[in-house]
């Protein structure tokens, strides 16, 4: 039998984000390793399969990368239908690439399916939308946090005129902030810090590049989080129905 492992993405947490196809692979699945972002509530669609946590935080502290991708090999060439269910999407900033290239090199048929990242969801379900039209022409999904601790080209986000989303950023956010307003964003930049997206236990906490830290210090803003940075996340339901209407008129609707 051909061993095949599917990566899989299981969204933000809120269990409707998740992909029939990510449905279809659970419920086929005889091994389901998962990471600790990912909400349990998704494993209904796979009731009789094995569940190994390889979180870093759940019950197996910092489960070693090498160990995770020996078992996923281990079950594959056993002939086991083999899930890796990460959260959000299992390419962004998720270890997705890593994996596929290392099961690949060793045999393994890898199939990915995407899943919603933190970074979308998040922004969605505060209302903030990545893009508009005459405000903001693109995103950047970022992470604040490097292996090797090398430094972000601070400057050219700075001046990338695009929304950031900022991944892994709680623990530096007074770094963030004087990066960006040394490469150039403005002081009163809108912010939006955004924890645990899409679950019942979501929080927001609006703020401006100058005040962003002392305002998370203040409401206690734990990972895991986004930040949005950039014009939109100042927007709110008004202002944008406010924005459509004008569009509207432009366009003579
Ligand atoms: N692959 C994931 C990202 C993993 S990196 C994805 O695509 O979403 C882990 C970081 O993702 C966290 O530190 C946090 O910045 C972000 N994150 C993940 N889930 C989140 C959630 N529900 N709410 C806010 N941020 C989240």
């Given at each position: 039998m051909s061993a095949k492992v599917w990566l899989v993405g299981a969204g933000p947490g809120d269990p409707e984000l998740l992909t029939l196809k990510a449905v279809r692979a659970l419920g086929e699945a005889d091994v389901v390793l998962i990471d600790d972002l990912v909400n349990e509530a998704v494993l209904v669609h796979c009731p009789t399969a094995c569940i190994i946590p390889v979180g870093k935080r759940g019950g197996c502290r910092s489960t070693p990368q090498e160990f995770i991708h020996r078992l996923m090999l281990r079950y594959a060439r056993q002939g086991k239908c083999v899930v890796r269910l990460k959260g959000g999407d299992p390419c962004i900033f998720?270890?997705?690439?890593?994996?596929?290239?290392?099961?690949?090199?060793?045999?393994?048929?890898?199939?990915?399916?995407?899943?919603?990242?933190?970074?979308?969801?998040?922004a969605t379900q505060c209302n903030i939308p990545l893009t508009l039209r005459g405000i903001s022409r693109g995103v950047t999904l970022v992470t604040a946090h490097t292996q090797d601790d090398s430094s972000l080209n601070w400057q050219a986000l700075a001046q990338s005129g695009t929304t950031l989303v900022i991944?892994?950023?709680?623990?530096?956010?007074?770094?963030?902030?004087?990066?960006?307003?040394?490469?150039?964003?403005?002081?009163?930049?809108?912010?939006?810090?955004?924890?645990n997206a899409s679950l019942p236990q979501q929080r927001e906490c609006r703020s401006d590049l100058t005040a962003m830290q002392e305002d998370a210090f203040a409401f206690q803003l734990k990972s895991p989080a986004i930040l949005v940075i950039g014009a939109v996340a100042a927007c709110e339901?008004?202002?944008?129905?406010?924005?459509?209407?004008?569009w509207c008129t432009d366009l003579a609707l």
């Open positions: 998720g270890r997705g690439g890593e994996e596929a290239q290392w099961l690949r090199t060793h045999g393994v048929e890898v199939e990915m399916v995407n899943g919603i990242t933190a970074g979308l969801a998040g991944y892994m950023g709680v623990a530096k956010l007074s770094e963030i902030r004087d990066q960006l307003l040394a490469g150039g964003l403005a002081a009163d930049t809108p912010v939006a810090m955004i924890e339901d008004v202002k944008r129905s406010q924005a459509a209407a004008e």
